[in-house]
């Protein structure tokens, strides 16, 4: 019914900048929170930042002052700016949304990740 598809990924030299995008479509009548998380390997999924449907925002301590989490309530897009890249930030990034569907139902959905590193 949604479908959430991320993009922006890459490999990256330390002190480096990205732009991660995740676009949602389909049956959607209204998204709320959006967020990104990250995976590295061996290591839990954990919140990198999030954003409300009215634009509040929150990050994780470790990210805070480098990355910004922006969207664009008509394009149902999420963004997430990441500046002075460091090797820990290596990981894939996930996109989350708490999405509305036509149905009336509230469901939260995932995209399918994307690769950051960050090396020299």
């Known amino acids: 019914q949604v479908q959430l598809v991320e993009s922006g990924g890459g490999l990256v030299q330390p002190g480096g900048s990205l732009r991660l995008s995740c676009a949602a479509s389909?049956?959607?009548?209204?998204?709320?929170?959006m967020g990104w998380y990250r995976q590295a390997p061996g290591k839990q999924r954990e919140l990198v930042a999030a954003?409300?449907?009215?634009?509040?925002?929150n990050y994780a301590d470790s990210v805070k002052g480098r990355f910004t989490i922006s969207r664009d309530n008509a394009k149902n897009t999420v963004y997430l700016r990441t500046n002075s890249l460091k090797p820990e930030d290596t990981a894939v990034y996930y996109c989350?949304?708490?999405?509305?569907?036509?149905?009336?139902?509230?469901?939260?959905?995932w995209g399918q990740g994307t690769q950051v590193t960050v090396s020299s």
């Open positions: 989350n949304a708490e999405v509305a569907v036509v149905t009336g139902t509230i469901n939260g959905y």
């Open positions: 389909g049956s959607i009548f209204r998204i709320y929170n």
């Open positions: 954003i409300t449907s009215g634009g509040s925002t």
